[in-house]
């Protein structure tokens, strides 16, 4: 079955970086766009970054834009998100995620925290 783990978050002061990875089995990973997503506490999931099937395209949210990078590793089977220069209210629990002919999948999410 489709699993998606991720890996990587922790607690950073503000300015800081971190990187985390989405280690994923289960499916034809070469074959999908893969997404991270962010829920901050106390406000709804969003998407904040996205990457193509074969990593030459990737999209972000404003929120992030400049500051994080996607990528993947199609032979290992791994996307990261690069996350520099980070803010407080990038504090929250990111999830990567990906939409298969079978149906949306997640992990159980990664918990950022960003001190000020």
């Known amino acids: 079955q489709v699993q998606l783990v991720e890996s990587g978050g922790g607690l950073v002061q503000s300015g800081g970086s971190l990187r985390l990875s989405c280690a994923a089995s289960?499916?034809?990973?070469?074959?999908?766009?893969m997404n991270w997503h962010r829920q901050a506490p106390g406000r709804e999931r969003e998407v904040i970054a996205g990457?193509?099937?074969?990593?030459?395209?990737?999209n972000y949210a404003d929120s992030v834009r400049g500051r994080f990078t996607i990528s993947r590793d199609n032979v290992k089977k791994v996307i990261y998100l690069q996350m520099n220069s980070l803010r407080p209210d990038d504090t929250g629990t990111y999830y990567c995620?990906?939409?298969?002919?079978?149906?949306?999948?997640w992990g159980q999410g990664t918990r950022v925290t960003v001190s000020s």
């Open positions: 995620n990906v939409v298969t002919t079978t149906g949306a999948y």
């Open positions: 289960g499916f034809t990973f070469s074959r999908y766009a």
């Open positions: 990457v193509t099937a074969s990593g030459a395209g990737t």
